[in-house]
């Protein structure tokens, strides 16, 4: 059996270094280097297709990938599958949300419960429905809901609730305010602010604008799969019109 890994205490949350990704026989990353820091959020951003997707796919392990340096907590992930990168703490909101139509709210929440032996400095904030509901006060009211009779916005809610239920250290977002009302998208910032000062580590692949201003601090900027810039925040917006990428994100 392959020992598990063993974080290291001042090590930033995420390190990748040299990252390549494929679907296939496709090559979608071609050498993706970033890092998340302990309680920071982060941007990434790019055009539809530009690897947004496929780089959350690949730290997870839903895409085939490979590495020079792939770390959390500074220990090594890059041979381990999604369940047992997920046990060490990390949680993931695709951008299709995949909740169980068929089930309730409620269900939906325990099936996101963490589950088997794991130490305790692998876990992020502890998280009960009622913790949940406190964050996305939507959801109360509807426990017995099946998912398959909930808004956009609802279910997009629930994909964030079902993940933090796993107690995660790091939070991968695939476009969390993609296809919801504006005013779904005031409450997912106000939610994912929250979550930021808690302590949780968050990596945001995401297009609007106001919301990435709003949460993180730094951005990374990818076209075709390669890294094309990075820096704070204040920045992202010039550097994208320089490289004729975004008018607005």
């Given amino acids: 059996m392959t020992a598990s890994p063993v974080p290291t205490a001042m090590a930033p949350m995420l390190e990748i270094d040299g990252l390549d990704a494929w679907y296939g026989e496709a090559q979608i990353l071609f050498g993706l280097s970033l890092t998340v820091g302990r309680g920071e959020a982060v941007a990434l951003v790019g055009r539809n297709g530009a690897g947004k997707s496929?780089?959350?796919k690949a730290i997870i392990g839903l895409a085939r990938r490979r590495a020079r340096r792939l770390a959390l907590r500074g220990a090594d992930i890059a041979a381990l599958p999604t369940h047992a990168?997920?046990?060490?703490g990390v949680g993931y909101v695709p951008e299709d949300r995949r909740i169980f139509t068929e089930?309730?709210?409620?269900?939906?929440?325990?099936?996101?419960?963490r589950t088997g032996a794991?130490?305790?400095?692998?876990?992020?904030?502890?998280?009960?429905?009622?913790d949940v509901v406190a964050l996305f006060p939507n959801l109360g009211g509807m426990l017995d809901r099946p998912g398959g009779q909930m808004?956009?916005?609802?279910?997009?809610?629930l994909s964030?609730?079902?993940?933090?239920?796993?107690?995660?250290a790091?939070?991968?977002?695939?476009?969390?305010?993609?296809?919801?009302?504006p005013i779904v998208v005031e409450q997912m910032i106000d939610a994912l602010l929250r979550l930021k000062a808690s302590g949780l580590s968050l990596l945001i692949s995401e297009q609007n604008s106001a919301l990435c201003e709003a949460i993180c601090e730094r951005a990374y900027l990818i076209e075709q799969g390669e890294l094309r810039w990075q820096g704070a925040m204040d920045g992202l917006a010039a550097a994208s019109e320089t490289a004729g990428i975004f008018g607005k994100i």
């Fill in 160 to 168: 964030v609730a079902r993940a933090l239920m796993g107690d995660p």
């Fill in 151 to 157: 808004s956009g916005g609802e279910q997009q809610m």
């Fill in 170 to 181: 790091l939070l991968l977002l695939d476009e969390p305010s993609e296809g919801v009302a």
């Fill in 54 to 56: 496929t780089t959350l």
């Fill in 85 to 88: 990168i997920a046990r060490l």
């Fill in 103 to 113: 089930l309730t709210v409620a269900e939906n929440l325990d099936l996101g419960r």
């Fill in 118 to 130: 794991s130490d305790a400095a692998s876990r992020g904030p502890r998280w009960s429905v009622e």
